[in-house]
């Protein structure tokens, strides 16, 4: 059974960073493109950033210079290293590995 856990999230200010993380568990995690969404209120999900199983990674504009994914492999985890985080940040963040969904972490910025 494939199992997604997100941890990290948390409230911070403006301006402020934040490191999610994504522990894999019942799945050849290194063979797969990691992907992150959220979902703010009220709105749809949407794609946030990608890496592939070589380390290609791909950003949202709006999080393109910002935010930095990567992953280790020997440790099955992903991570999502949020910086000069701002208002629009806040969502419900989702890791995604194959058709497998984490249950989301909460993100909340603000002063």
């Known amino acids: 059974q494939v199992q997604l856990v997100e941890s990290g999230g948390g409230l911070v200010q403006p301006g402020g960073s934040l490191t999610l993380s994504c522990a894999a568990s019942?799945?050849?995690?290194?063979?797969?493109?990691m992907l992150w969404y959220r979902q703010a209120p009220g709105k749809q999900r949407e794609w946030v950033a990608s890496?592939?199983?070589?380390?290609?990674?791909n950003y949202a504009d709006s999080v393109e210079g910002r935010f930095t994914i990567s992953r280790d492999n020997a440790k099955s985890t992903g991570y999502l290293q949020m910086n000069n985080m701002q208002l629009d940040d806040t969502a419900v963040y989702y890791c995604?590995?194959?058709?497998?969904w984490g249950q989301g972490t909460q993100v909340t910025v603000s002063s």
């Open positions: 995604k590995l194959y058709d497998n």
């Open positions: 890496i592939t199983r070589l380390g290609v990674t």
């Open positions: 019942g799945i050849i995690f290194s063979q797969w493109t």
